[in-house]
């Protein structure tokens, strides 16, 4: 609840920096498979026979409307997985991830989400996109604030993580969160449940990465405060991101891509929970 509080208590001045890759993400493994590019304004990551590659923000936040715009290993991806998520550390972790299962050319890509609080997740839901995700870039967004965990991609909402707490359900707000993305090969699962295997001859696999923007509280030494990072300068904003829920509009939108997108859904898989669903998805 402290930290809470003392986010509250701070001022929500919204500071527009000309950023960077460079400036707002280090290259954590990979050796030279994880490069920086065009003054940092793109991000490529690599995955071969050897490794992978990944990166992490340099900022811990707690709270924030994070934009990254990817554009997914084309041709034939099956096998590798791209990971975009948010996380913070220890046992009891908070996690809320992005992870694109790639395909064969032609086979559609699955965009798989989770949400983890205090350590526990389960909690997938799993979709297809209504584009080639591999042709251009596309944004894909967490909106996190002390309600809704909202996950959008290039703008349209395609799922809602309410805040539950009156019902027993942890909700992430206490621990910071950083950045991270990996592109790595998991053969042995990503795609078609393990049956489709990685072609090393395709290899190197590349996925690129451009303009991020956060809207966001950076945690620096136990205290938030919030501020506005991107790639290019833009009239700097307020922090209406905190307070926002979806509107009817945006809840109609979500439904379209749930009703004819969504592919699996923990709160309706009976068999997995043959005790009970979860308590989260008696209001989800
Ligand atoms: C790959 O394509 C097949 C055939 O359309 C589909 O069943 C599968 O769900 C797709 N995605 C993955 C990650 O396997
Ligand atoms: C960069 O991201 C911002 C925020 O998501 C968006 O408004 C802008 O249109 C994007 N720029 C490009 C070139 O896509």
Redesign the pocket.
């Known amino acids: 609840m402290a930290t809470f509080f003392t986010l509250l208590a701070c001022s929500f001045l919204a500071v527009a920096t000309a950023g960077s890759f460079y400036q707002d993400f280090d290259i954590t493994w990979g050796d030279k498979r994880a490069n920086i590019l065009n003054n940092g304004q793109l991000l490529t990551l690599s995955l071969d026979r050897v490794s992978g590659s990944g990166f992490q923000s340099k900022h811990e936040y707690l709270f924030g409307k994070i934009d990254m715009q990817l554009k997914l290993v084309a041709g034939n991806s099956?096998g590798t997985v791209t990971a975009y998520y948010l996380s913070s550390q220890g046992p009891t972790h908070d996690e809320i991830d992005f992870e694109f299962?790639?395909?064969?050319s032609g086979?559609?890509?699955?965009l798989h989400t989770n949400v983890f609080s205090q350590g526990k997740g389960n909690r997938e839901q799993q979709f297809r996109l209504w584009f080639n995700p591999t042709k251009d870039f596309h944004t894909y967004s967490i909106l996190w604030n002390p309600k809704h965990i909202i996950f959008s991609v290039d703008g349209i909402p395609i799922r809602d993580f309410k805040n539950f707490e009156s019902g027993g359900v942890a909700f992430p707000k206490n621990q910071p969160m950083r950045i991270y993305s990996s592109l790595w090969d998991a053969e042995d699962w990503?795609?078609?449940?393990g049956l489709?295997k990685t072609d090393w001859n395709k290899a190197p696999f590349t996925a690129s990465y451009r303009n991020f923007t956060a809207d966001a509280c950076v945690w620096s030494s136990g205290a938030s405060s919030c501020r506005s990072e991107k790639l290019k300068t833009r009239s700097s904003s307020n922090a209406a991101w905190l307070n926002q829920e979806l509107d009817l509009t945006s809840q109609e939108r979500m439904k379209w891509v749930q009703k004819n997108y969504m592919?699996y859904n923990y709160c309706t898989d009976l068999k997995r929970f043959p005790q009970g669903l979860p308590p989260e998805c008696s209001i989800a």
């Open positions: 099956a299962l790639g395909n064969l086979d559609p890509y699955t990503a795609t078609r449940g489709v592919i």
